[in-house]
């Protein structure tokens, strides 16, 4: 057996034998930005920074996030490194850069009448029960969306009402959606949409009646838009300006929190939802060792949760 190495490599190659072809250049596809890396060092900077301004908690083994969301931010910045955006940020004072990093990193992932259920509760127990208990009884009935991203879960509660009240209804509601977000809830306010959005769980009949075409968007009509208010509010804080609901959603955002600040938020949440009041969370959430002051409830497919 004979083995071919470099010192015994046969030197009697033909001269016609072809040379190996050159490998092709890799140039970089028109238009495609260069991903800045991030080090495990600008992954604790910028958690702990982020973590302060909105409560979201990104583990080191979600550093891609920051890349991903955040990519777009440095190039328009022309920072090289995630250290120079850091810095960069740190010294607008306007805060603009801070807040468009927040719009970035918080998750706008939503949907007209998402997981259908909560509405289906929402029109055949939970407002007929609300409606039967004020009967005759001063005040607004109060209902919050408290992470509202940009208003369809907001919206898909008024047209549930305005079905089940009609278009003239007797009872004083007060519909309130929240978000940390000023893109969404600047969205939210005009009640505007793309064909993608508004293609998401909205059947056809309820997009021909509820919303009017403009351009290549779509908008809710002024009927459905003015049954709710928008603000931004951060769900770390203070909750003592809000007052009292008789009905909250807070679906999908406390996955993204501490189990410590899950803990904070449930307690405020009880803290400013009536006595007989309701709360409804996300399919896959549970208050089960989170907030003892809450009882799981159930109606049908669909959880939810009142006071003890």
């Known amino acids: 057996m004979s083995l071919t190495t470099p010192g015994n490599i046969s030197r009697n190659t033909s ?3 072809a040379a190996p072809a050159p490998k092709p250049e890799l140039k970089p596809i028109p238009g495609m930005r260069k991903t800045v890396k991030i080090t495990p060092a600008e992954v604790q900077l910028f958690s702990k920074y982020i973590y302060g301004l909105c409560g979201i908690n990104i583990e080191a083994s979600k550093s891609y996030l920051l890349e991903t969301r955040l ?11 995630f250290t120079t955006f850091y810095h960069k940020i740190k010294s607008d004072p306007s805060k603009k850069l801070e807040h468009q990093m927040v719009d970035a990193m918080t998750t706008n992932e939503t949907l007209f009448f998402r997981d259908t259920n909560p509405f289906e509760l929402l029109k055949h127990k939970i407002l007929p029960e609300v409606f039967d208990r004020r009967m005759g009884k001063s005040g607004a009935i109060r209902i919050w969306s408290a992470a509202c991203s940009t208003g369809q879960e907001i ?61 290549e968007t779509w908008r809710i009509k002024d009927e459905i838009r003015s049954m709710a208010s928008f603000q931004k509010f951060n769900l770390m804080g203070s909750f003592a300006s809000l ?26 949440i009880a803290d400013v939802l009536e006595p007989d009041g309701y709360l409804i969370i996300g399919a896959t959430e549970s208050l089960t060792g989170v907030c003892p002051r809450f009882v799981p409830k159930r109606h049908l497919k669909a959880i939810f949760y009142q006071l003890k």
């Open 15 to 17: 001269p016609n034998s």
């Open 243 to 268: 007052g009292k609901f008789d009905i909250i959603f807070c679906r999908n955002v406390a996955i993204y929190f501490t189990f410590e600040d899950r803990v904070k938020l449930f307690e405020k």
């Open 71 to 81: 990519g777009r931010m440095l190039e328009n910045e022309k920072c090289d490194s």
């Open 155 to 215: 919206y898909s509660i008024a047209i549930t009402l305005r079905e089940l009240l009609g278009p003239t209804p007797t009872i004083n509601l007060k519909l309130m959606g929240t978000d940390i977000s000023d893109a969404a809830i600047k969205q939210a306010s005009y009640g505007v949409y793309n064909k993608f959005e508004i293609e998401r769980g909205l059947p056809q009949e309820r997009l021909q009646r509820y919303f009017s075409p403009s351009g």
